[in-house]
């Protein structure tokens, strides 16, 4: 058994995690069209490979060799930077969200968790109100006024839906007073206890995360920033090549981390159902020993968030081709007159159930 | 002294002098946006994890976003810019002078915290469930008209957005 020090395992889940959301990011685009081929009753992508599987490596072939092109008038380093930020933003918070629970070998134990830090929830919210700055600094940059008023659309859309975000985030923290994500997702199933996620408890709460999480990662029913029937393309109307590849592909690099987050605070994270009565039965009724028991446990934990991850993708997808764009005002008046008032509500609910004794 | 703190220092210092002397006034905020990012480093050096995340959460997120945006609505560049006269000029040097004075007048005499009292410097100060019993036994009254400050605040932009009887948009 090769002996590795903490920080080299850390630096090698670390490297998994970060090529998986690219892995993940890049066939998502295929289910995207797979998807949208089926909703509508078409054959979809079936040229490149069996089934069309190839597609994302043709798609990147062809964005690579694209021609680049600066606008005139344009701030050629700023111009570079946005689509630069916006996937930087988008790959890091993947970093401190817990894919599994913990692996041992002999004496040694580790996480299967980026980093594991107690302020991992705060930590999400930052870098998630952080992803704006790729769209503002890249519209801006364009200097062209369909890219300028989606980037204006961007920020004042994701600045009014992070307060029902965060909100709804406040109600999730008072139920488990911490904002370590693996604290959050151990307490969701404890061994013994008939104890419930947080979408039980949370049911109000998790419906306006959903709503805020569809509308900080600009996808339909939200996606206003890029509306192409007003605004052109919106803020990417003048990226061409792998600038364009970097805003479409960081868009689903935050689905792929948004559907983490909501497995990991609402759908139990790496628990599945009856897991401690599966590890109990392995040790008792197979001799197996407690560690390769428990490491086994893990994996198909870490099997099991990535299912919930792939459900909540396949959500996203669904929506997006069943559900027409809102408009503008309608956007506005659902997230500070319907989204706001429910989450001090919900805060309020929560507070008093806590306060009873309910839950 | 810590290479980090240092690094951290030239970070903050540098893009600080940049937020002053940028001729456009997006470069300026962007260079706001890293020295609030430098400040955030200097605080998880201070294991301060919750000031951090939120000093990020709250200035770079949410309050440079909306001064962008204005910035980015003004369209402000070297032709727009009104002339100031140099009186104006003057008052400010003289202003951001005596302020400079002041900090340094009021910072020169400070000694850390423990070297002078003696009492070993605990390292947990900053964590997220020391503030909170900090702020919930000695700072209550203060915390919870300041959370009030901010439950008006947000219901008075609700009602702001709210439409009015007979108004019709579209």
Known sequence: ?359 | MHPLFLFLSFVALLSALGVVFAKNPVHSVLFLILTFFSLSGHYLLLNAQFLAAVNIIVYAGAIMVLFLFVIMFLNLNVDTEPHKPALARIAAAVAGGSLLLILVAALKDIVPTGVATGTPFNSQIGMVDQLGLKLYTDFLLPFELASVLFLIAMVGAVMLGKRETGERNF
Request: charged share 10%; with cysteine.
């Open chain 1, 1 to 359: 058994m090769i002996e590795l020090p903490a920080l080299g395992w850390q630096s090698i889940v670390i490297f998994v995690v970060f090529a998986l959301s690219l892995l993940i990011a890049t066939y998502c685009t295929y289910a995207e069209r797979v998807i949208a081929a089926f909703l509508q009753d078409r054959v979809g992508p079936d040229r490149a490979g069996p089934y069309g599987l190839l597609q994302p490596l043709a798609d990147a072939v062809k964005m690579f060799t694209k021609e680049e092109f600066f606008p005139g008038g344009a701030n050629k380093v700023l111009f570079v930077v946005g689509p630069c930020l916006a996937m930087i933003t988008a790959l890091m918070s993947s970093a401190v969200i817990p894919f599994g629970n913990t692996m041992s070998f002999g004496n040694n134990a580790f996480f299967l968790q980026g980093i594991e830090v107690n302020i991992g929830m705060l930590w999400i919210f930052g870098v998630v109100s952080l992803g704006v700055y790729g769209v503002m600094i890249g519209g801006w940059a364009s200097n062209n006024k369909f890219s300028l008023l989606g980037a204006v659309r961007a920020a004042s859309q994701n600045i009014s839906y992070e307060l029902a975000m965060g909100m709804s985030l406040i109600a999730v923290l008072m139920i488990s007073g911490t904002l370590s994500l693996r604290e959050i997702t151990l307490q969701q199933s404890v061994a013994g206890e008939w104890q419930m996620w947080n979408i039980v408890k949370q049911p109000i709460g998790f419906l306006i995360f959903l709503v805020c999480a569809f509308a900080e990662t600009n996808r339909t029913p939200f996606d206003l920033p890029e509306c192409e029937t007003e605004l052109v393309g919106g803020y990417h109307t003048e990226y061409s090549s792998m600038k364009l590849g970097l805003y479409l592909f960081s868009e689903y690099v935050n689905i792929f981390v948004v559907s983490a987050v909501m497995s990991v605070l609402y759908f139990g994270g790496f628990n599945f159902p009856f897991q401690y009565e599966l590890r109990d039965w392995f040790v008792n009724s197979q001799g197996w020993e407690l560690n390769s028991a428990q490491n086994l446990i893990t994996l198909l934990g870490t099997v099991g968030i990535f299912l919930k991850i792939f459900a909540f993708i396949f959500f996203f997808m669904w929506v997006r081709w069943t559900l027409p764009r809102f408009r503008y005002d309608q956007l506005m008046r659902l997230g500070w007159t319907i989204l706001i008032p429910l989450a001090v509500f919900n805060i309020v609910l929560t507070g008093a159930l806590i306060l009873f004794g309910v839950i």
